[in-house]
Structure formats: C-alpha cells, structure tokens
C-alpha cells in the first residue's frame, strides 16, 4: 500500500470535469512539491504537472493542480477519450529520504 | 532530441544479477540528476533510485536497498543499475528518468523489462 494514497479509480462523461486526490502526510505533501504524471500501458509516463501547479509546456490548460496541507488534487476540465489513462501523483518524501508515487487512479471516460 | 534508451532486461533466475543500463543524448548528462522507476504487472509505478549528476548524492527505495546500486559515467552519458539478489517480486518494466532542475521527471526512456523466475 502506497504511502501517497490516490482512488483507484475515477469516471467521466466528454466534456466533464473530474478531480483525482493524493493524500500524504507531513513528510512528504505537506512540506515538498507534488507532481502528476499520465502514463499508459506500453509508453513512457509523461509528466502533466510539477511543483504543485505547475504545467509543462505542451501540457494543455484543462489540467491543472493544486494542493492545501497534506493532500493534492489533479483536474481535468473538458474531459476528452484520449484521457482515458492511469494517473499518478509522487512527492519527495523527508522521512524516507527518498521519492514516493501514489498507488495511481485508472481514469476511464464512458 | 533528448532521448533515453534503457536496455539490459532479461528473464533471470531468483537470487541471480542483471545489469541495466540507460544512454542519454541531446542534454549536458553530467548536469541531471538520474532516477530509476519501475512498474510491476498490473501494479502502479515505484520510485526505485537516483543519483546526482556527480554521484555524490545517490538514494534508494528501502525495498531494494542493499541489493541494488545505481552509478553512471558521464563520459559515457550513461546510468546503470546493478541488481543483485533478484526477487520475483523485482519483475518489472524499469524506466530511466532525466530529472529537471524543478525535480520533475520530464523525460523519460521507453523502459526494459526484467522477469525474475525459475
């Protein structure tokens, strides 16, 4: 079991907006940056944001990040098929002293 | 174009050794931390280890700590990882990661897959 603890799963209709969650703790959200990641069976994960809020450029705005205290939340406006993927959120964790992903949430767009 | 290919993947017997390597090209190599990142069938990804573009700051997961070990050469603009001791439990596709200055793991390779089994 992780310790960034995400859904395992989250659904949408085209065109909707749907929020992914990542709850850690003070050593890891709580006090460093959180990043999300888009990954595909078969490919290489493709980084969607960085430092909380931060987006890559080529990334489109209907992604966007946030966080507040020991938690963070990826949003995905507009909801298009190609979204259908596994979401990840990582942080760097202080008292591990090493990187964490969350368990990861399966987005499927019905 | 930056680009990382990861190679070395094979299928090896439980307590065995493999070596894996990434080569880099189209970035200044020795300026970029490097990571290790591995996903297991049907399971999400894990962090497994990084190094400084010196190699003086080198981390690891604690499930494989004291069994793997991470090193590079940068005149080769190449990581590696050595794996000692495998477990079924290390079958996975590994990925090597380019770490940008914001921490962030913008580049990635295609990944090499490693079966533990008898």
């Known amino acids: 079991q992780s310790v960034l603890t995400q859904p395992p799963s989250a659904s949408g209709t085209p065109g909707q907006r749907v929020t992914i969650s990542c709850s850690g703790s003070?050593?890891?959200?709580?006090?460093?940056?959180v990043y999300w990641y888009q990954h595909l069976p078969g490919t290489a994960p493709k980084l969607l944001i960085y430092r909380n809020n931060q987006r890559p450029s080529g990334v489109p705005d209907r992604f966007s990040g946030s966080k507040s205290g020991t938690s963070a939340s990826l949003a995905i406006s507009g909801l298009r098929s190609e979204d259908e993927a596994d979401y990840y959120c990582?942080?760097?964790?202080?008292?591990?002293?090493?990187?964490?992903f969350g368990g990861g949430t399966k987005l499927t767009v019905l | 174009e930056v680009q990382l290919v990861e190679s070395g993947g094979d299928l090896v017997k439980p307590g065995g050794s493999l070596r894996l390597s990434c080569a880099a090209s189209?970035?200044?190599?020795?300026?970029?931390?490097m990571n290790w990142v591995r996903q297991a069938p049907g399971k999400g990804l894990e962090w497994v280890s990084s190094?400084?573009?010196?190699?003086?700051?080198?981390y690891y997961a604690d499930s494989v700590k004291g069994r793997f070990t991470i090193s590079r050469d940068n005149a080769k603009n190449s990581l590696y990882l050595q794996m000692n001791s495998l477990r079924a439990e290390d079958t996975a596709v590994y990925y090597c990661?380019?770490?940008?200055?914001?921490?962030?793991?913008?580049?990635w390779g295609q990944g090499t897959m490693v079966t533990v089994s008898s």
């Open positions: 189209g970035f200044p190599f020795s300026s970029y931390s």
């Open positions: 990582a942080a760097w964790d202080d008292s591990l002293s090493g990187r964490l």
């Open positions: 990661a380019k770490e940008e200055h914001t921490e962030a793991f913008e580049i």
């Open positions: 003070s050593s890891n959200i709580g006090s460093n940056y």
């Open positions: 190094i400084g573009g010196t190699s003086r700051s080198i």
